[in-house]
């Protein structure tokens, strides 16, 4: 398995940027689809984005989709969450998750994912 560390978190206004990175070691992120789940105080785990093992596809909770972008980079065996314009309801802690299989509906694929981070935490004031 790839191990998973997660940084950028903290707290921010209502309508301003945070930037996740998920920084992977013991293997390279290729071959491995990469995706965020979140989960707030008293809440179920959630997906937030997820991007495919080739890069080429991404998905996005709707709630997320025009604010915020996944991406990867290989050669930094880094893959980011670019997060714009947050809000309130954005507060919880950020996991990223790492798993060499193929995106069909990530929502639904939580539990496929074996690795995970320990999590950053994410706190949006109003």
């Known amino acids: 398995q790839v191990q998973l560390v997660e940084s950028g978190g903290g707290l921010v206004q209502a309508g301003g940027s945070l930037r996740l990175s998920c920084a992977a070691s013991?293997?390279?992120?290729?071959?491995?689809?990469v995706a965020w789940f979140r989960q707030a105080p008293g809440v179920e785990r959630e997906f937030v984005a997820a991007?495919?093992?080739?890069?080429?596809?991404?998905y996005y909770k709707d709630s997320v989709k025009g604010r915020f972008t996944i991406s990867r980079d290989n050669a930094k065996n880094t893959v980011y969450l670019q997060m714009n314009s947050l809000k309130p309801e954005d507060t919880a802690v950020y996991y990223c998750?790492?798993?060499?299989?193929?995106?069909?509906?990530?929502?639904?694929?939580?539990?496929?994912?074996?690795?995970w981070g320990q999590g950053t935490e994410v706190t949006v004031s109003s």
């Open positions: 013991g293997r390279t992120i290729v071959g491995y689809a």
């Open positions: 991007v495919s093992m080739s890069g080429s596809s991404t």
């Open positions: 998750a790492a798993e060499s299989l193929l995106l069909i509906d990530p929502q639904r694929q939580q539990a496929a994912f074996g690795s």
